[in-house]
């Protein structure tokens, strides 16, 4: 204990050893921060009714983290989970507003991220934190601009694109468990209305030290290499091009042999500017990914066009329609092609100078199923500059996917089994959300948001008994069971205690109800959890600037569905196999020399309290708990 305290005040003290330094001015970012997400197209986060949260880069900056889980761990509403039996060890999926993570929509640049376990959620960590502009999460369902899979939210991740001057950058660090990682951006503008962006990383480690699962002890070994293109372009006056494509090659230690994947993604977006009114937008995207692992191949072609008028300065109308084409196959899945057409309407209103409202309506035709029609309306109303409230309903749905339909007889190593239903239906929710937000000075920033959900049709596992191939196996098949109620609350502070010094803490709490007649439980609950971040700059003289950070993360009262419980509960037990996980807290810390606005040299801290750490994705999970370091250097050139 005595240990402990002794890491906190060292880490604290890390902190506020150059707070007598020189001062300037607050950053204010947040006031004018940009979000595309809600609306596709731009517009200042300040007038969105939707309940949207944008991580710019700065922030992003300021954290030097090596995965973009460690990032949106400190987001108000998000909770961030891993562990994985037989997947890629590098993995982040997002929980958002109590729901389990499968239901959270990740896209990068507005494509669809695909990844192994795609059941319980999409891995955000093949992002590199390096090559990202900005996040923008929606917190509330948002299949009315989405369609299926939006059900939780939507969080996405928004890629570096070429300025109009010409710049690069090189990076690398090494850090705990033989890590090492080194990368290289390329900004090219070709001329003024023309700009390509490069970028490469390559990242090995010989993976997190584990307690479980016992056949991953000692085998979380990993390569990665990262490489994407992007071109942007005016063509003429009105047409706007943006291209890139990115191709992930990753290796891991799989068993007594090196398993490989890839995820290839190209994607093009023509905009054409008829007029100062009106916008025409067509896009296309193709996403594949691979994994020897599980003999995964996972593809997907979604075209999709929209028009977008402004009537007068108070009024935008955005329709427009997709198409999605997804080829599946893995281990226990035979081959499938599901297809998804989806029409959709969206109007943005200014009513009053303080009064601003958004309704959205789609309809997709899901294959082999009736029509699934997805309202939203949104309102934002600012009492005065410095308080704002937003109110929000929707409905949201998700689809069945192939592997929920038609798996049969995949194992985890115990004998509960997971099987397909080709009889599911389609789950929905309906949420109601309220969010208020003030404004103090431009000094502080607070959030208080609720959450209530209705969920219907929620698809589980229900025990059907033995499995007629094999009576040692128990037969888990998901059915369409599950009406529930998922309640959420949150709240955040962003203060700038001292120029140049900010204090940003949230706290997030999660409850599930069922309905009396069912037993079984939500396959995740969150539980609770609080966050706080201390940041800070001075300029030291000219030319050097001194960045540190710390922060504390505490996580309490979670559970999770384990197709591998342990041996004390029954795997035959018709209220589900749940896993209680063990609460954590976490305390990283970080310091960041800066010369002449190019020369970057980092130390990381994580971990500091050296605390075991239970998580459980696809698989439980438990991480052997000892502090971890990282030191790196970063050059800037122009």
Known sequence: MAKNSLRVLISFTLMFVS????????????????????????????NSPEIVRVISKTEIEQ?????????????????????TGSGFPKRSIASLNGFPPQYTLVLINGVKILSDHMHTGQNMSYVPV??????????????????????????????????????????????????????ASVKTPLNDKTGIYNFIEYEESDGTPLISPAHRIGKTGYSCMNMSTRLTSRIGSGISLDAWIKNISNS??????????????????LNYQINDRSLISAKASYTSWFAETSEENNQLFRPEIFYQNKTGKSNRITAGTDFSLNNFTRSNVAKNVQRLL???????????????????????????NDPVFSPKLALLYKLSDPLNFRLSYSRGFHSPNV???????????????????????????????????????????????????????MIVPVYQGQWEKDTNINVWMRENILKAQIITGETGLRWFFIDNYSLNASYNYSKNIVNSDISQQLPYNPGQSFNIKITGKQH???????????????????????????????????????????????????????????????????N?????????????????GEPVFKVGLKIDLQ
């Open 342 to 368: 989806g029409v959709f309407l969206q109007d943005e209103l200014i009513i009053k100078e303080k009064l601003i409202a958004e309704g959205s309506l789609r309809m997709d035709v899901v294959q082999n």
């Open 63 to 83: 954290l030097k983290a090596n995965d973009i889980g460690e990032i949106l761990d400190y987001v108000a509403g998000i909770n961030i989970e891993t562990g």
């Open 608 to 624: 500091i309290l050296g605390q075991n750490i239970e998580n459980l994705d696809d698989s439980f999970t438990m991480i052997d």
């Open 252 to 269: 891991m230690q799989w068993q007594d042999s090196e398993s490989r994947s890839n995820l290839f993604i190209p994607s093009m977006t």
């Open 540 to 606: 030291i003289g000219s030319k050097l600037t001194l960045s540190e950070f710390v922060s504390l993360r505490t996580v309490f009262n979670r559970s999770a569905w384990n197709w591998q419980p342990d041996t004390s509960i029954d795997d035959t037990n018709p209220d589900g196999l749940l896993t209680e996980l063990g609460d954590y807290q976490k305390l990283d810390a970080g310091i960041t020399i800066c010369y002449d606005n190019k020369y970057n040299v980092f130390l990381n801290a994580g």
């Open 130 to 183: 390096e090559e990202i502009e900005r996040i923008e999460i929606i917190k509330t369902a948002s299949s009315a601009q989405y369609g299926s899979d939006a059900i939780g939210g939507v969080i996405n991740i928004i890629t570096k694109s070429a300025g109009s001057e010409p710049s690069a950058s090189i990076y690398g660090d090494i850090g705990s468990y033989n890590t090492y990682r080194g990368g």
């Open 19 to 46: 707070v007598l330094t020189v001062k300037s001015q607050n950053d204010t970012i947040m006031l004018n921060e940009v979000e595309v997400t809600a609306s596709r197209s731009e517009r200042l986060l300040k």
């Open 403 to 457: 592997q929920e339909l038609y798996e049969e007889g995949y194992g985890h190593g115990g004998t509960a089994y997971r099987f397909g239903n080709p009889d599911l239906k389609p789950e929905y929710s309906s949420t109601y959300s309220f969010c208020t937000d003030v404004n103090i000075k431009n000094n502080l920033f607070i959030t208080v948001s609720a959450f209530y959900s209705d969920i219907s049709n």
